[in-house]
């Protein structure tokens, strides 16, 4: 019987770590993100949730078809010292920030505001993200030429 217990309890075992290890391969080596953390250049799919938030999204190569793109980064609390702003302020400072974006005629701009949980920690990151009119999808970078 204790022979029986002792198997059952390393096979337990063994399959928790294996669990766990490939928990960890898979956070390592995922693509996903929070659309806050992603860098210039970086292209994605963009499927706002019913309520039209963003959040996590998969990074995919740009010369693969995609509707969206990060085309610029702004922070709107550089110094961590700055009030996390009412909503109507928050939502006209980050579309300001994306407004020095170079036009591409292929796509719009979207600025992503910060959430007050990642205000003080993202130092107030909006990303602006541009994304492609009509809902249509694209496999060129942003402000690449048409004939390229």
Same mark, same amino acid.
């Not at 995922?30 to 499927?47: E, P, Q, R, W």
């Given at each position: ?5 002792? =198997?059952?309890? %390393? ?12 928990? %960890? ?6 693509? =996903? ?11 994605? +799919?963009? /499927?706002? /949730?019913? /309520? ?10 740009? /010369? ?23 909503? +109507? ?24 505001? !910060?959430?007050?949980? =990642? ?25 690449? !030429?048409?004939?390229?």
């Amino acid at each position: 019987m204790r022979v029986v217990w002792w =198997t059952v309890a %390393a096979v337990a075992l063994f399959g928790i770590a294996a669990l766990v290890l490939a928990l %960890a391969v898979g956070e390592l080596t995922s693509d =996903t993100y929070d659309v806050t953390d992603l860098d210039v250049g970086d292209c994605f +799919d963009l /499927d706002p /949730d019913e /309520d039209g938030a963003v959040g996590l999204v998969d990074v995919i190569d740009c /010369d693969e078809p995609h509707n969206a793109e990060v085309v610029a980064i702004a922070e709107l609390n550089p110094n961590g010292d700055q009030p996390y702003p009412a909503d +109507d302020e928050l939502f006209a400072i980050a579309d300001a920030a994306c407004l020095g974006v170079p036009a591409d005629p292929r796509f719009g701009i979207l600025a992503v505001a !910060p959430t007050e949980a =990642t205000w003080d920690g993202r130092r107030g990151r909006v990303t602006c993200v541009g994304l492609v009119y009509g809902g249509g999808a694209t496999d060129r970078p942003y402000g690449s !030429p048409f004939d390229a």
